[in-house]
């Protein structure tokens, strides 16, 4: 399982030119590897996430995810490839608040038209991973920050994704509880084999991850 962007240029409108986003950005991440994206704000991060997401098309350059190459696909294969085999966890959970935490991760899977039962096992298991077994039948104004960003990760995991992109997972978390979370998806990464990659600002936990790269208007460097 691996994430490729291979030579990935992107560019936006800019009044009567074009504003570079990525410029030339070359990343290959294994499964079961965790690769932190750290650069200021504005410097690519979340266009990187975008397009390795399927989210967006690059202007130049190749997106491989879990050996299927992008570039060809229309808007429902890109759709498809994202339910599959790309997991998002987002800044904000943005759970459901009418939803227990079970039932959040039911329904990820139920738009893949998998089985009920085998839904309902694998739901209760990642929730049980990530610690929150006891609280399945709790619904996000039950829970703490901490405990709706671990649905969260568990969500994201459901449909057993060869890809995890991570966007700021520990923003709205204290020291203690942002360290525990990145703690859990470089743990869940290694178990699960996936090819994960977390754009933060937080510096303090880089030490966790296997790899760091920086992003300055638009490029990578190592």
Not at 2 to 17: A, C, E, H, N, R
Not at 65 to 79: F, I
């Given at each position: 399982?691996?994430?490729?962007?291979?030579?990935?240029?992107?560019?936006?409108?800019?009044?009567?030119?074009?504003?570079?986003?990525?410029?030339?950005?070359?990343?290959?991440?294994s499964g079961g590897t965790a690769v932190a994206v750290v650069g200021p704000s504005g410097s690519g991060k979340s266009s990187l996430l975008a397009v390795a997401a399927t989210l967006v098309t690059p202007d130049r350059g190749r997106v491989v995810?879990?050996?299927?190459?992008?570039?060809?696909?229309?808007?429902?294969?890109?759709?498809a490839l994202r339910r599959q085999r790309v997991g998002i966890v987002f800044q904000q959970p943005n759970l459901l608040p009418s939803l227990t935490a079970l039932e959040q991760l039911q329904v990820m899977a139920h738009l893949s038209g998998r089985r009920p039962g085998a839904v309902r096992r694998r739901a209760l298991d990642l929730l049980d991973a990530v610690g929150l077994?006891?609280?399945?039948?709790?619904?996000?104004?039950?829970?703490?920050?901490?405990?709706?960003?671990?649905?969260?990760?568990?969500?994201?995991?459901?449909n057993e994704p060869a890809v995890l992109l991570v966007d700021e997972p520990t923003s709205a978390l204290d020291h203690e509880r942002g360290a525990a979370v990145l703690d859990l998806l470089v743990t869940l990464t290694r178990e699960r084999g996936t090819a994960t990659v977390l754009v933060t600002h937080d510096r303090a936990h880089l030490g966790r991850m296997d790899r760091t790269i920086t992003v300055m208007d638009g490029r990578v460097t190592p």
């Open positions: 399982m691996t994430l490729l962007l291979d030579d990935v240029t992107l560019t936006y409108p800019d009044g009567d030119g074009r504003l570079t986003a990525l410029d030339s950005v070359s990343l290959e991440v995810v879990d050996g299927v190459e992008t570039r060809a696909l229309d808007r429902a294969a890109k759709a077994a006891e609280l399945a039948r709790r619904r996000p104004h039950q829970l703490s920050g901490g405990q709706r960003q671990r649905v969260n990760i568990a969500r994201a995991l459901m």
